[in-house]
Nanobody, 115 residues
């Protein structure tokens, strides 16, 4: 059983930065991939970024050039560095991981971008 716990959300002004963390209860080295998703009020959950075991990354077009996903295997933690934040980035951000065919989700952390 894997548990994922997100942290680092909060209120930030447009143009500001936040770094989200996703701490896993088990080793993340064996996970096929880890990813960030987000869900804004009244909208479906959407893909934000993904990082594979080999370190390959991919991003949604809406965040390319502004967000950076990374992982620290020694700390069993994944990160999402978010820069140049916009009001439309406001959402609950969720961590997702797959291990041996089973998908796990965190509980989410709220990010609000507002002046």
């Amino acid at each position: 059983q894997v548990q994922l716990v997100e942290s680092g959300g909060g209120l930030v002004q447009p143009g500001g930065s936040l770094r989200l963390s996703c701490a896993a209860s088990g080793t993340i080295f064996s996970m096929n991939y880890m990813a960030w998703y987000r869900q804004a009020p009244g909208k479906e959950r959407e893909f934000v970024a993904i990082i594979t075991t080999s370190g390959n990354t991919n991003y949604a077009d809406s965040v390319k050039g502004r967000f950076t996903i990374s992982r620290d295997n020694a700390k069993n933690t994944m990160y999402l560095q978010m820069n140049s934040l916009k009001p439309e980035d406001t959402a609950v951000y969720y961590c997702k991981a797959e291990l041996f065919g089973t998908v796990y989700w965190g509980q989410g952390t709220q990010v609000t971008v507002s002046s």
